[in-house]
């Protein structure tokens, strides 16, 4: 319940529709409440005297407060509703922003899918607590008080039956809310595996029909629906007992009222009227105990709902700016000293191990090393998107964790190893970078990347849209945007995280040599091919997570083993692919030669 009192913060300006609706549901109980006394009246007064009169008078009473109550209730519905969905707008808007402030380490704990649930289905089964259960939390123990308290008013002999069956009631319906509790919690992570299936799947369409897995794919899906759905079943298999409980105990009591009320009768204890009024109110108590049994079950679902939104909301951002943070970088330059870093405070090994590099401002530095060195790990230090385990990584002569964190990753942009473009314009992605830059400063950008070749051929230019994920483009002309996106800002580091993997080598060398141009700007190349940090100031080896070695081409050709290796491996391939390449070449030629003789000796025959 803490949970769910937690986040009826959140209800802010709807409170007041939540009151408003509490308010007439409880008008409109009074005025049903009124009916039955008015129907005792109406047959031990006016049918019982044959007074027509007293029968109509009673009649327009009760059309009366029937009209009220349905017109407080349509009331009900639309503050019940405003409420719900507006409740429900601001719990996924507070999930949102908050998921805005995790560092990389936070979304660590959630899968991607865990939290698309958390954010739509958790919320609809809040929002339908409120739309399908405000009104029977507030009306059935309005009904179910005022209901017992008339009775006992008109006959207490009789109310006796209600002491037996309500514990009867509560009873089974205690027995099934605390059965189907936990069962809701499981189905609601099976939901999450659900989608997890579905967005992989339709993430990687291109790849599924490539391989051509469309059957495992089915099967992979089937089994988690299924499960699913066998869950779901047995969830609601129980959550429905509490209909046939409810109405074995109502006709019970009916019965038993009916048989004692019969012979109170006959012995001239009570009045028709009186009999047909109690069993009015008899039906009323019954069906308030439904409604709260329905209620405890809708409860029931969206405590297990509101768990999961808390624990999205009280995570703890494991990355935070720091009061009265720096505000301004003074410039590119950065230093590591004595780094190691770990993933999970947990984890046996680190990740990165005591690593020292300084890297003065303006200068261009290349990063090699094999699969799993943590090239990556090392560069997502600078603008803070990890916190280093121990020692300090400094920024322009300043500790990192010294800055405020928007400040810090204006000034730093890294272009990451998966491309990421968002559905809309060329325009609107570039801008991502500066939001505030012209067509001209754009498409500066773009020339610098080589991204113009290709939008200069493109009808709409600018204006071009991307579907999601870019879908319309290569993967060398969403690098191209990417890096193009990077320029645009005004950052004094830049960090590409292999970030030219899929362009070409030629247009490659034009992106390095308009990035020379940027003499302030520090940039950082993380890259596989040699070829890409030949000409940079200094590279750096990176080995099992520590820095094997540091040095210009030069030096480290001169002295250093694993570049070597490294050098030898790829410019020997190139020198071969360039021996065949030459070779080709020289074969077509001697056919063309071969063909021109030929046809030149047929002339001359001729």
Same mark, same amino acid.
């Given at each position: 319940?803490? $949970?769910?009192?937690?986040?009826? @913060?959140?209800?802010?300006?709807?409170?007041?529709? %939540?009151?408003?609706?509490?308010?007439?549901?409880?008008?409109?109980?009074?005025?049903?409440?009124?009916?039955?006394?008015?129907?005792?009246?109406?047959?031990?007064?006016?049918?019982?005297?044959? +007074?027509?009169?007293?029968?109509?008078?009673?009649?327009?009473?009760?059309?009366?407060?029937?009209?009220?109550?349905?017109?407080?209730?349509?009331?009900?519905?639309?503050?019940?509703?405003?409420?719900?969905?507006?409740?429900?707008?601001?719990?996924?808007?507070?999930?949102?922003?908050?998921?805005?402030?995790? *560092?990389?380490?936070?979304?660590?704990?959630?899968?991607?899918?865990?939290?698309?649930?958390?954010?739509?289905?958790?919320?609809?089964?809040?929002?339908?607590?409120?739309? *399908?259960?405000?009104?029977?939390?507030?009306?059935?123990?309005?009904?179910?008080? %005022?209901? &017992?308290?008339?009775?006992?008013?008109?006959?207490?002999?009789?109310?006796?039956?209600?002491?037996?069956?309500?514990?009867?009631?509560?009873?089974?319906?205690?027995?099934?809310?605390?059965?189907?509790?936990?069962?809701?919690?499981?189905?609601?992570?099976?939901?999450?595996?659900?989608?997890?299936?579905?967005?992989?799947?339709?993430?990687?369409? @291109?790849?599924?029909?490539?391989?051509?897995? +469309?059957?495992?794919?089915?099967?992979?899906?089937?089994?988690?629906?299924?499960?699913?759905?066998?869950?779901?079943?047995?969830?609601?298999?129980?959550?429905?007992?509490?209909?046939?409980?409810?109405? *074995?105990?109502?006709?019970?009591?009916?019965?038993?009222?009916?048989?004692?009320?019969?012979?109170?009768?006959?012995?001239?204890?009570?009045?028709?009227?009186?009999?047909?009024?109690?069993?009015?109110?008899?039906?009323?108590?019954?069906?308030?105990?439904?409604? &709260?049994?329905?209620?405890?079950?809708?409860?029931?679902?969206?405590?297990?709902?509101?768990?999961?939104?808390?624990?999205?909301? $009280?995570?703890?951002?494991?990355?935070?700016?720091?009061?009265?943070?720096?505000?301004?970088?003074?410039?590119?330059?950065? +230093?590591?000293?004595?780094?190691?870093?770990?993933?999970?405070?947990?984890?046996?090994?680190?990740?990165?191990?005591?690593?020292?590099?300084?890297?003065?401002?303006?200068?261009?530095?290349?990063?090699?090393?094999?699969?799993?060195?943590?090239?990556?790990?090392?560069?997502?230090?600078?603008?803070?998107?990890? +916190?280093?385990?121990?020692?300090?990584?400094?920024?322009?002569?300043?500790?990192?964790?010294?800055?405020?964190?928007?400040?810090?990753?204006?000034?730093?942009?890294?272009?990451?190893?998966?491309?990421?473009?968002?559905?809309?314009?060329?325009?609107?992605?570039?801008?991502?970078?500066?939001?505030?830059?012209?067509?001209?400063?754009?498409?500066?950008?773009?020339?610098?990347?080589?991204?113009?070749?290709?939008?200069?051929?493109?009808?709409?230019?600018?204006?071009?849209?991307?579907?999601?994920?870019?879908?319309?483009?290569?993967?060398?002309?969403?690098?191209?945007?990417?890096?193009?996106?990077?320029?645009?800002?005004?950052?004094?580091?830049?960090?590409?995280?292999?970030?030219?993997?899929?362009?070409?080598?030629?247009?490659?060398?034009?992106?390095?040599?308009?990035?020379?141009?940027?003499?302030?700007?520090?940039? &950082?190349?993380?890259?596989?091919?040699?070829?890409?940090?030949?000409?940079? $100031?200094?590279?750096? &080896?990176?080995?099992?997570?520590?820095?094997?070695?540091?040095?210009?081409?030069?030096?480290?050709?001169?002295?250093?083993?694993?570049?070597?290796?490294?050098?030898?491996?790829? %410019?020997?391939?190139?020198?071969?692919?360039?021996?065949?390449?030459?070779?080709?070449? *020289?074969?077509?030629?001697?056919?063309?030669?071969?063909?021109?003789?030929?046809?030149?000796?047929?002339?001359?025959?001729?």
């Amino acid at each position: 319940m803490n $949970d769910m009192k937690r986040l009826l @913060r959140y209800a802010g300006p709807y409170r007041r529709d %939540m009151v408003l609706g509490a308010v007439l549901v409880l008008i409109e109980t009074c005025f049903e409440l009124f009916i039955p006394i008015m129907i005792a009246d109406l047959i031990d007064v006016g049918v019982a005297n044959h +007074d027509l009169s007293y029968v109509y008078q009673k009649g327009v009473q009760m059309i009366l407060c029937a009209l009220m109550a349905l017109i407080t209730g349509l009331l009900y519905a639309h503050f019940a509703a405003k409420a719900a969905y507006g409740w429900g707008a601001e719990i996924r808007k507070a999930e949102y922003e908050k998921v805005q402030q995790y *560092a990389f380490s936070n979304l660590d704990h959630f899968a991607v899918s865990s939290l698309i649930t958390r954010m739509t289905t958790d919320v609809t089964v809040l929002q339908n607590m409120v739309n *399908a259960g405000f009104r029977p939390v507030t009306r059935g123990p309005s009904l179910l008080v %005022m209901g &017992i308290v008339l009775s006992f008013w008109m006959n207490p002999k009789l109310a006796v039956v209600f002491l037996v069956c309500l514990p009867v009631l509560g009873s089974v319906l205690f027995w099934i809310v605390s059965k189907v509790a936990p069962m809701y919690t499981r189905l609601q992570s099976i939901m999450d595996r659900l989608n997890r299936v579905v967005q992989e799947g339709l993430t990687a369409i @291109r790849a599924v029909k490539a391989f051509v897995r +469309d059957e495992y794919e089915e099967e992979k899906f089937a089994e988690v629906n299924t499960d699913l759905t066998s869950s779901s079943e047995t969830t609601f298999h129980y959550a429905v007992l509490n209909l046939p409980a409810f109405q *074995a105990v109502m006709y019970s009591a009916i019965v038993l009222i009916m048989w004692f009320g019969g012979n109170m009768i006959l012995k001239s204890n009570l009045a028709v009227g009186d009999l047909t009024g109690f069993l009015s109110y008899v039906m009323q108590v019954m069906n308030s105990l439904m409604m &709260i049994a329905n209620v405890f079950l809708l409860l029931t679902r969206s405590l297990a709902s509101a768990h999961r939104i808390a624990e999205v909301l $009280d995570e703890q951002v494991e990355l935070a700016s720091p009061e009265n943070g720096l505000e301004q970088v003074a410039d590119g330059s950065i +230093d590591f000293q004595d780094v190691s870093f770990k993933y999970h405070k947990d984890a046996r090994e680190f990740a990165l191990s005591g690593v020292n590099l300084h890297i003065p401002s303006g200068q261009t530095v290349g990063i090699l090393g094999g699969t799993g060195a943590s090239k990556t790990t090392l560069v997502q230090l600078i603008p803070r998107l990890y +916190d280093v385990s121990e020692g300090a990584v400094y920024v322009g002569g300043r500790d990192v964790r010294h800055y405020e964190i928007h400040s810090l990753r204006d000034a730093v942009s890294i272009i990451l190893q998966k491309n990421v473009l968002f559905f809309g314009t060329v325009r609107d992605n570039l801008k991502w970078g500066n939001p505030e830059a012209t067509d001209e400063e754009i498409w500066e950008a773009c020339r610098a990347a080589c991204a113009d070749e290709f939008l200069n051929r493109m009808s709409d230019g600018l204006d071009t849209m991307l579907e999601q994920g870019a879908g319309n483009l290569s993967g060398g002309q969403k690098q191209r945007l990417c890096i193009a996106r990077a320029l645009v800002g005004k950052a004094k580091i830049l960090i590409f995280d292999d970030s030219t993997s899929a362009v070409d080598t030629a247009t490659e060398k034009k992106i390095r040599e308009a990035l020379a141009k940027r003499k302030d700007v520090t940039k &950082i190349i993380i890259a596989q091919r040699i070829t890409s940090v030949i000409n940079t $100031d200094q590279i750096v &080896i990176l080995e099992d997570g520590k820095v094997h070695c540091t040095g210009t081409h030069k030096e480290l050709l001169a002295h250093d083993p694993i570049y070597q290796e490294i050098y030898r491996s790829q %410019m020997s391939g190139a020198q071969e692919n360039e021996m065949e390449q030459s070779t080709a070449k *020289a074969e077509r030629g001697s056919v063309q030669v071969k063909g021109g003789i030929t046809d030149g000796s047929e002339n001359l025959q001729r």
